[in-house]
């Protein structure tokens, strides 16, 4: 196993060695979600790329149209329309 350092505030690891929190395996548990959070976001984006290649980018209609939806879903302000009119989260996606 390797071993790393990593820089976490005071008051934050402070809380977690006081609820007896095994850093290492909840920092571990961490970077095996965010790995799978961006395989999911590179498989979507292929899939998109690859819909919007065989049925042409989506018309501003269709990207209102999907907009409204996750709106009404996620509760409002969760999308917003990138390059290609393909939605991408207004959240930092750093994958």
Same mark, same amino acid.
Request: glycine residues 20%.
């Given at each position: 196993m390797a071993r790393v350092n990593i820089t976490v505030a005071d008051d934050v690891i402070a /809380? =977690? &060695?006081a609820a007896g929190l095994n850093?290492?395996?909840v920092a571990t548990a961490a970077l095996e979600a965010e790995l799978e959070r961006r395989a999911k976001v /590179? +498989? %979507?984006d292929a899939? %998109? =790329?690859e819909l919007e290649a065989e049925q042409? #980018? =989506?018309t501003a209609e269709?990207? =209102? +149209? +999907?907009e409204a939806w996750a709106d009404q879903v996620l *509760?409002? *302000?969760a999308v917003s329309v990138a390059t290609h009119? &393909? #939605?991408r989260r207004r959240q930092d996606r750093s994958a």
């Open positions: /809380a =977690a &060695r850093v290492s395996q /590179a +498989a %979507l899939y %998109l =790329a042409g #980018p =989506a269709e990207v =209102a +149209a +999907a *509760g409002g *302000g009119g &393909r #939605p």
